[in-house]
Structures are given as structure tokens and as C-alpha cells.
């Protein structure tokens, strides 16, 4: 809290009279972003005075006793120290610096700060402030355009200035924002007297002046600059969004706003009921904006990519789940098998992910549903974009591209409207039963030539001492598996594997012979449009022939899967050597074509955003318009944590749990009239997450699975198998009506019963 300034209004600034120690030593700043990540925050502001050791011998003998020359080499430290053992992302508000001084910085702090306050130089409350000349502010704001710095500045309100200095100033920092591009928020900062400063006995500013400078600024500035006011400075903060601030700066559960400490921070149900008493929904970011956390390339240093994207969802605000989010670290386990080959070691997170066993938010049920659809949750939910869509999806209008888009950016009772949508959707096209397939997953082989980056399943050649063993089966133990399967009371066989490098088209033939030979009326699902695509290419037979003889040999659906993102500029980062997207479309179109029945698959959470999977929706759309093949949607949530992509730094941890619902909630609505089925996938998301998924659209839990490895490979810890009786435990608490089927959803018993061919 030292600084060489001595400004009018401040009481964060002190003398060291007044301090037990100069600085936070580097266990006090680690024990207090510990706090804060414990506690769910994203961000550590280090807020400090600027230059002290310029003014106080003890500030400069501190530093060179722990080997410093300067606070902001310090800082640079610590805020490297807080990134590398919590993950909080660093904001450095270090005031008015030199360029090299913000370039130092620069790896450590995703972003940076500065308040303007006021381009006046003759105002009283700055004569003993060095740091607060005009010029100085303004060319830290100028640095921090040509170093490409996602930036904070700001104006205080009520200091002595003018409605006309605040304009100047607001077109100043317009001006700058408009050569570099730099400037991801303002805040407007309202003056409140505070005992024992020069400016105690000053009025505050007046309400009227606060809510004219906000809109003045809301009015100057460009759009793409956010703008905000701290809520905690107003009695009645509401009316601030309702002068246009879009944002409200950082609420801390741990630290109280050491600028201004009389003012508790607002809770954030408090915050968020004010929010969405206007008809907006409160959402978390980061220190970062999501247009810079979504051009990290230009925006962000390389060190720092995967920090941010690892806090970041699809959209690039903060993961919005509960919980902690903590550096994941892992080591090689011990025994691999099947399973995951990395293991994580220290801290570990309690947020939900995908494939892990934490227990998920509670983002809908039927208490919640009647909880929320009253007062300002129904505003909120109902009023805006999202609440237009499914107007208008109601009076016959089919979502296209960007409405999908703007339903995946539903939050709070958004989200709550959207899947309540789905389920009404739901129960007019299947009504209240959810369905299951006795299944078992036969992974031939883990060898493969392809080189995806989010696979943690295959292994190539030269992996058998890199990453666990390479294995392939051989038709009598494919044949062998089947029966067994068959004899348990399965109905169906789901064969995938990597590409083995031996294999020439005639191997799936053979396979699917092979099943069949020992269980006629076994259903094969199986082989991949990456199988079936490069099965044709190497015997340079024609697709539509090749899958003929499939189906001839017993082959009597295919799987979705190989799809991942029907994106193709997200292919060419997660599987560059795949088929491309119209590729994938094409092999389901032929076997629709052929007679054979398909399903959709998405894989979601690595790397894309929302467009793509408004893309890839769209585009399964339009195929199942013109064939109907397809039997059902299955959402796949990304599994991070043996995934090499995320092992390499260049992934998300997956989709949160809003995410994941939303995902299974649109496919209802975007699907409706076209595909009945919507599918969850327990082996990721887990039987409490069903539930959820279960209220939001969705009719059907899969298959039993019996050995399923790839999620496991992936790092899920769900399970390898289901029982009917655990399917049931999610389904009767829900007052749902549990039913076996068949691949293509027939009544299993009912054909078993009847001698009817499994289908």
C-alpha cells in the first residue's frame, strides 16, 4: 500500500508508519490467491501504489533484501507465482508505466490497467501526484496499444472536473482505442469522500452527474468496448445498467476492495437478482475479454495461451461451473491397460468436467423450473433474444445458423427457458418413456494410423513403450465377445477401432461375417465413415458397392462417430489427416442410400466455439432432410484429462455442465419433426447429469456398453458398464417410464417375445 503519489481522495495509500511490512511477502500472496481459487474466483487483481521504493528508503531496503530493484519486478514474481500454482489469471493495475515496464509484464498479466481518471492538470486532488500528470496516463495507454495489451482504463467522477473534461478524456481514450484496438473496458468510477484525506469534507459526486457521465460514455465509445461501474459505490446500483454499463468489475469473496474498504461488495445473488430484474443475465468472465481471450495470438503471450483458454468456455467468458479450478498436473500411471495413462497429482479441481466424478450443478429440475418462471427470472429468460426464438420455433420457425448460436449464449433462467423448451418438445414427440439398448462395445484394436490430437485411445506403432500396449483382436475373440455379449442378453454389438495399418477394406467385411456367423440376430452397429471411407480407398472400390457388402455381410447401422466437429477449420487442428466434412456426410449419405441407418455425433469442448457447432447441426440437418437416416443424436462431451491435445496445452478442459445440457437441449429443439432421439452419454456425463439432461429434452440413455475403453482411455471414470437397474434409478425419480429397445428403436421385449428379428 505504499506509493509515491499523494492524491486527494485516496485512503489505500500509507505511509509506513502505518504498515507492518512494506510489501505481501510471496507466502502471503500465494495464501490469498489459494483463498480465492478455493472459492471459485478466476482473477487476482494486484492493486498497488506505484513507485514507492521512489519515495521510501524502507520500500527500496525491502526489495534489495529479497533480491528486487524495483516493485514491479516484484510483481512480475508474484504474479507468475500465483499463475504457475493456482491458475487465478494475474491483472496487473500497476498505474502509469514505461513501455518496457508494461512489456515485462506482458507474459505474466494477460491483461493490464490504468485509470485515466482526468485529463485536467491543475486539479487540486493531484498536485502531490507525480504519476497523475495527463501526458504520462495517456502514453501508458498508448504503450499498451503497440505491445497489443488487452487494457483497463477509467474516469473518476466528481474530482473538480467538467462534464467537458470527461468528455475530452472519454474521446481520448476512444482515440487511442481506435488506432490499436486495445481498449477492452472503461470504468466510470464515482468520488466519495472518505475520513482523514484532503478531500474529506468534498460533496460527493452527484447521482445525476454519475448516470450523465455513464451514458456519455456509453455514447462515445465504441460499441466493442465494455463498460463499467463498481457496485458497490451506489446504494441503488440498478440504475447503472439501466444508464449502459455492461459489466460490474470484480466481486471478491475473499478480499474486500482495499481502494475502497468501507464498501462491502454486493453478494452475488444480489447481483445477480438486480441483474435479471432488467432482463439481463449475469455470466462470470475473465481478467480478459472473450474478443482477446478469442485472438490469443495477437492479444496474449504465448505462455499465457493455454492459462486462459484452460478457465475459458466456448464463448471465452469463465467456466461458470462451482467449484475450484486448479493447473492440472499429471504423471504417468502405473498400469495402463485400458484405461487413462496419466494420472493427475497435487491439487485437484472440483469443478464438474466431463468424464470426471464430480457430482454436476444443479441447473434444472422441477423445483427450480417452477422457482424461476416467476418475476425477474421470467424477464430475464423470456424478454431478450432467447425468449424470440422460441416464439418464434413455436409458430413454425426452424432455427437456423446464428439463432443456435444465440441459444448456446443462454444463462441463468436463459438456460432454464431453453431446456424446458426441449423437454415440452420432448414429450410431444416421444412422450414420458426413456429408452436403453443391451449393448456391448467390441474395440477391436487400439492401433491406428491417424493421428487425432484429442485421442487418448489409439496408439500407433512405436507407442508400445510410450503409451501402454497396442493390442488387436482376432475374429475369434471379435466372434468370441459377441456371443458372450448375445448370451447376457445383449441386442446389439457396437464395433470401432483405430486404423490399423494392415487392414485392407475386406477386414470389416470379414468382422462383420465373423459376428454374425455366431449370432444371426445380433444387431452390428459398427465402423466409423473414417473406417468405412478408408476400408473402399484401399481396395479402390466405390463407397456405395463397399457398403453393400457390408450390410450383405450382417453390418446394419452406423455410428456417428469420426464426426467430432463438422468444422473444417477445427478439423485441421484435431484431426488433420481425417476425412473432411463433406467427406462424412457423403459415407452417411450412401449408407442411407444402401439401406443403413446412421446416427449424429458431436464431440464439443476441445477448441471450437459455438458457431462451429451451429455448423455442424445445421449441416446433419439438411442431410437428414434429405435422406432421414439418421436414428438419433448422441452429444459427446469433450474428456480432457488423457487427451494429448490437453496434455500438449492447446485444449480446454471441456465443456462445463451449462455447456453440456444446452448442447442436448438445442439438438431437441433445432432437430424437432426430423429426429426423435436424443441421446445422453452416461460414460462422460455421468447418472446425476443424465438426470439433468433427461429434464431437458432428452429420451435415451444409450447402451449398456460391456468393456467401453475410449472414454476410459480419455480419463472417465464413469464405469465401463450399466445395469438396467441403475438405468432405472435415474429414469423413476423423474416419474419416467424406463423401456429396452432395439438399435433402431423397436420394443426389444416385444420382438423377443414375438421371435421378431433384432433390429
Known amino acids: 500500500m505504499l506509493c509515491r503519489d499523494k492524491c486527494g481522495y485516496c485512503t489505500f495509500a500509507r505511509p509506513p508508519a502505518r504498515l507492518e511490512h512494506p510489501y505481501l511477502s510471496p507466502e502471503q500472496v500465494l495464501a490469498i490467491a489459494t483463498q480465492g481459487t478455493k472459492v471459485g474466483c478466476h482473477e487476482a487483481l494486484f492493486t498497488l501504489g506505484e513507485r514507492p521504493e521512489l519515495r521510501y528508503e524502507v520500500a527500496r531496503q525491502w526489495l534489495g533484501e529479497h533480491g528486487y530493484d524495483s516493485t514491479l519486478h516484484y510483481l512480475h514474481d508474484m504474479a507468475q507465482l500465483v499463475l504457475r500454482e493456482t491458475g487465478l489469471l494475474p491483472h496487473a493495475n500497476a498505474g502509469a508505466l514505461y513501455r518496457h ?3 515485462m509484464l506482458r507474459p505474466v498479466s494477460p491483461s493490464q490497467g490504468m485509470m485515466i481518471e482526468s485529463l485536467r492538470d491543475d486539479l487540486d486532488c493531484h498536485r502531490g501526484a507525480p504519476d497523475k500528470k495527463p501526458q504520462r496516463r495517456l502514453d501508458t495507454l498508448r504503450f499498451a496499444g503497440e505491445l497489443h495489451i488487452p487494457f483497463t482504463t477509467g474516469i473518476l467522477v466528481g474530482i473538480g472536473e467538467t462534464r467537458q473534461d470527461r468528455i475530452d478524456a472519454l474521446e481520448a481514450i476512444a482515440t487511442s482505442h481506435a488506432e490499436f484496438g486495445h481498449v477492452q473496458e472503461v470504468i466510470v468510477q464515482n468520488f466519495l469522500p472518505k475520513p482523514l484525506t484532503i478531500m474529506q469534507h468534498a460533496a460527493p459526486c452527484p447521482q445525476d452527474e454519475y448516470l450523465w457521465s455513464i451514458a456519455a460514455a456509453r455514447l462515445i465509445l465504441p460499441p466493442e468496448i465494455h463498460l463499467q461501474a463498481p457496485p458497490n459505490l451506489s446504494d441503488d446500483f440498478g ?40 432482463g439481463m443475465v449475469l455470466a462470470p468472465r475473465l481478467t480478459v475479454y472473450p474478443e482477446f481471450v478469442n485472438e490469443p495470438d495477437t492479444w496474449l503471450g504465448e505462455a499465457l495461451h493455454f492459462a ?6 466456448a464463448e471465452g467468458l469463465g467456466r461458470d461451473d462451482p ?3 486448479w493447473p492440472e498436473k499429471v504423471t504417468a500411471a502405473d498400469v495402463v491397460h485400458d484405461g487413462a495413462e496419466v494420472v493427475l497429482v497435487g491439487h485437484r479441481s472440483t469443478q464438474w468436467y466431463s468424464g470426471a466424478n464430480q457430482v454436476p450443478p444443479v441447473l434444472i429440475n422441477k423445483e427450480l423450473i417452477n422457482a424461476n418462471f416467476t418475476g425477474a427470472s421470467s424477464r430475464a429468460a423470456t424478454s431478450n433474444r432467447i425468449g ?13 445458423a446464428d439463432e443456435i448460436v444465440a441459444l448456446f449464449r443462454a444463462r441463468g433462467p436463459e438456460v432454464m427457458a431453453v431446456a424446458r423448451y426441449a423437454d415440452q418438445l420432448r414429450q410431444q414427440a416421444v412422450g414420458d418413456t426413456v429408452t436403453w439398448v443391451h449393448n456391448r462395445n467390441i474395440n477391436y484394436t487400439n492401433v491406428c494410423t491417424f493421428k487425432c490430437k484429442f485421442c487418448g485411445f489409439s496408439k500407433g506403432p512405436l507407442s508400445l513403450n510410450l503409451r501402454g500396449t497396442p493390442y488387436l483382436l482376432t475374429l475369434d475373440d471379435i466372434a468370441g465377445r459377441a456371443k458372450e455379449a448375445w448370451d447376457l442378453g445383449a441386442t446389439e454389438v457396437t464395433l470401432q477401432g483405430g486404423i490399423h495399418p494392415n487392414f485392407d477394406g475386406d477386414y470389416y467385411v470379414h468382422v462383420a461375417q465373423a459376428v454374425k456367423d455366431v449370432v444371426p440376430g445380433m444387431h452390428i452397429h459398427g465402423f466409423t465413415a473414417l473406417e468405412v471411407t478408408e476400408g473402399a480407398r484401399r481396395l479402390g472400390e466405390p463407397l456405395e458397392s463397399y457398403l453393400v457388402r457390408l450390410r450383405e455381410a450382417g453390418l446394419a447401422s452406423l455410428p456417428g ?6 468444422d473444417d477449420s477445427v478439423r485441421a487442428i484435431l484431426c488433420p489427416d481425417k476425412i473432411n466434412t463433406e467427406e462424412w456426410l457423403e459415407c452417411h449419405r450412401v449408407a442411407h442410400g444402401v439401406g443403413l441407418r446412421s446416427n449424429i455425433t458431436i464431440m464439443f469442448g476441445s477448441i471450437e466455439h459455438p458457431e462451429s457447432w451451429a455448423k455442424h447441426i445445421v449441416a446433419t440437418r439438411s442431410l437428414q432432410k434429405e435422406t432421414g437416416g439418421f436414428t438419433e443424436f448422441v452429444g459427446l462431451p469433450f474428456v480432457h484429462m488423457a487427451s494429448p491435445i490437453y496434455l500438449q496445452r492447446k485444449a480446454r478442459r471441456g465443456p462445463t455442465f451449462r455447456e453440456t445440457l444446452l448442447m442436448h437441449a438445442i439438438a431437441r429443439i433445432a432437430y424437432h419433426g426430423l429426429i426423435d432421439n436424443i441421446q445422453v452419454s452416461w460414460t462422460k456425463i455421468g447418472q446425476q447429469g443424465a438426470a439433468q439432461l433427461l429434464q431437458a429434452g432428452c429420451n435415451d440413455l444409450g447402451g449398456t456398453l460391456m468393456n467401453e475403453n475410449i472414454s476410459r482411455s480419455a480419463g472417465a471414470s464413469h464405469g465401463q458398464e450399466m445395469t438396467e437397474e441403475q438405468f432405472d434409478a435415474i429414469v423413476a425419480p423423474l416419474g419416467r417410464t424406463l423401456r429396452q429397445r432395439t438399435t433402431l428403436y423397436a420394443d426389444a421385449r416385444a420382438n423377443s417375445m414375438t421371435g421378431a428379428a433384432v433390429i
Open 308 to 313: 486462459v483458454m484452460d478457465r475459458a468456455d
Open 561 to 566: 462417430t469420426a464426426a467430432e466437429i463438422l
Open 323 to 325: 467449484g475450484q479450478i
Open 101 to 103: 515496464e508494461l512489456e
Open 388 to 400: 424470440e426464438i422460441i416464439r418464434g420455433h413455436q409458430h413454425g420457425e426452424e432455427i437456423g
Open 239 to 278: 440504475v447503472l445498467l439501466d444508464a449502459g454499463i455492461d459489466d460490474w468489475g470484480g466481486v471478491s469473496p475473499v478480499t474486500a476492495d482495499h481502494v475502497n474498504p468501507e464498501r462491502p461488495w454486493p453478494a452475488l445473488d444480489n447481483l445477480r437478482e438486480v441483474t435479471e430484474a432488467r
